[in-house]
């Protein structure tokens, strides 16, 4: 609850200056209840000049009466000057100082892994400027050498859902622009939800392409001409009974 400026000295003024109850006038600055009762015995604030809050446009005429009249009503601050150019803030995030530092390793990971992404996506994420997002783009970075792309969520810079919110945007553009997307692309464009719903292709290693055809004996039921069959003893070359006995007998 907002409260009025002064609260000590507009408590003061409204001790003396009106028959508003202790729980009222504590609700309404702030304080507590035996406080405003010590202002009212003068043990508590004392030399302290009354604030009047409807000449400073803090509380109206008719709320007062409205208190006095009522016990239980409870008084509404007229305008609070506290509050005055609190309009929302434009521009990039805050950073907080001890992530800043990682800020150009979540660019990377971004331009790297999503380059659908636009700059201004990317500076709302992570709270950046364009200048640096070109310069990483480029790699012209004064650090480029030092980076290692990794992922903003991780780092804590941004949430996935405010991630997964900026690539599905991205990727509704481009189909609205009628860019194709490749299968790469749109594994990349798909949500963190959809990516781990979605089934797995299947794909052969390529150290071992090839070898699904391979076949130790004449059993080939591919419908091609039968390959010779390996003898398991050529491997070794083991020599033969009859070729000892030559030996010794030479």
């Not at 003396?16 to 405003?36: C, M, P, R, W, Y």
């Not at 009762?37 to 007062?64: S, W």
């Not at 640096?132 to 050498?145: D, F, G, K, L, Y």
Request: proline share 6%; charged share 30%; hydrophobic share 35%.
């Amino acid at each position: 609850m907002s409260k009025p400026l002064m609260t000590k000295a507009t408590a003061v003024w409204l001790v003396d200056n009106t028959t508003i109850s202790f729980k009222q006038i504590a609700d309404f600055v702030g304080l507590h209840e035996l406080e405003v009762q010590g202002i009212a015995d003068g043990d508590v604030a004392t030399g302290v000049k009354g604030f009047d809050p409807v000449a400073n446009n803090q509380l109206t005429q008719e709320e007062i009466d409205k208190a006095e009249k009522d016990p239980l009503h409870k008084l509404t601050l007229k305008f609070n000057p506290a509050a005055v150019g609190e309009e929302k803030r434009r521009g990039p995030r805050y950073t907080p100082l001890s992530k800043r530092q990682d800020r150009p390793n979540a660019i990377l990971w971004l331009v790297k892994f999503h380059p659908e992404l636009v700059d201004s996506q990317i500076a709302k994420l992570v709270g950046t400027t364009k200048p640096t997002i070109q310069s990483i783009r480029e790699r012209t970075h004064w650090n480029i050498s030092n980076m290692q792309p990794i992922d903003p969520v991780a780092l804590g810079l941004c949430k996935q859902s405010e991630l997964d919110a900026a690539v599905q945007k991205a990727a509704a553009k481009k189909a609205k622009d009628g860019e194709t997307i490749n299968d790469d692309e749109r594994r990349k464009l798909l949500s963190t939800e959809q990516s781990l719903e979605a089934d797995a292709e299947p794909r052969i290693p390529t150290a071992i392409e090839g070898l699904e055809t391979f076949s130790l004996g004449n059993d080939d039921t591919s419908g091609r001409e039968p390959k010779e069959k390996i003898d398991a003893d050529s491997f070794f070359n083991l020599p033969s009974g009859d070729d000892e006995d030559a030996d010794e007998n030479a």
